[in-house]
C-alpha cells in the first residue's frame, strides 16, 4: 500500500491459447518483414491499473476482481492475472 492510503492493483487480461490474436500476428509479420529475427510468436496483452483510496489491499484486490468480471474481461477468451503493485517512489527506496 503507498503511503498516501492508496492501493494500485495491476489487471493484465491475455487471450486465452488457441484464441485468434489478430493484432499479434500482424505485428509478428511486420517484424519478420524488418528482420527482426529469432522471433518464436508475438501476443497482445491489456493492462489496467486500478488505483484505490481508503481500501486495504484485500478489499482493493476484491474490487479489482468485480470489475474484472463487470467489464474488463470475458471469461470465455480472456485469462486475467491480477497482482498489487508498489508505487514507483516506494521502489526507489528499497534495496
Known amino acids: ?10 489487471v493484465r487480461v491475455e487471450l486465452k491459447p488457441g484464441v ?18 529469432g522471433l518464436v510468436r508475438v501476443s497482445t496483452a491489456r493492462i489496467y491499473g ?7 489491499e484485500a478489499d482493493a484486490r476484491r474490487q479489482a ?7 474488463l474481461a470475458n471469461p470465455i477468451v480472456h485469462r486475467v492475472s491480477l497482482s ?5 517512489s516506494e521502489a ?3 534495496p
Not at 486500478?50 to 486495504?56: H, K, M, P, T
Not at 498489487?84 to 514507483?88: A, C, D, H
Open 20 to 37: 485468434a490474436d489478430a493484432e499479434a500476428e500482424t505485428v509478428e509479420r511486420s517484424l519478420g518483414l524488418l528482420g527482426i529475427e
Open 1 to 10: 500500500m503507498a503511503s498516501n492510503g492508496t492501493v494500485r492493483i495491476e
Open 84 to 88: 498489487t503493485v508498489r508505487p514507483s
Open 65 to 71: 476482481e468485480a470489475a474484472v468480471d463487470r467489464l
Open 50 to 56: 486500478l488505483d484505490f483510496s481508503g481500501l486495504g
Open 92 to 94: 526507489a527506496d528499497s
